[in-house]
Nanobody, 121 residues
């Protein structure tokens, strides 16, 4: 089973920066798509940034120009660099990955446990 472990959340002042990391682990798998989503209280889960299976990168409209997603394929890890943070960026950030689990011989769609990001003065 492919598991995702997120890290890097915390409390930051408006205008500050944070970097989130998400590492996928398992014995034999390949990743087709991987990215970040978030959920704020009272709101639906929304896309933050993701690498798609087609090889493109998608960003949510509210984070374009401020957040950057990157990856280290050798480590099966994606990162989310968040700059110019705003109070409205406060949310639980979840990592998601889709791909193939070769041990189970089937596709997987895994979510991390979530990491809290709080933007407040």
């Amino acid at each position: 089973q492919v598991q995702l472990v997120e890290s890097g959340g915390g409390l930051v002042q408006p205008g500050g920066s944070l970097r989130l990391s998400c590492a996928a682990s398992g014995s034999r798998f390949s990743i087709d798509a991987m990215g970040w989503y978030r959920r704020s209280p009272g709101k639906e889960r929304e896309l933050v940034a993701a690498f798609t299976s087609g090889g493109t990168t998608n960003y949510g409209d509210s984070v374009k120009g401020r957040f950057t997603i990157s990856r280290d394929n050798a480590k099966s890890t994606v990162y989310l660099q968040m700059n110019s943070l705003r109070r409205e960026d406060t949310a639980v950030y979840y990592c998601n990955a889709e791909g193939i689990d070769y041990n189970l011989a089937k596709k997987f769609d895994s979510w991390g446990q979530g990491t809290q990001v709080t933007v407040s003065s």
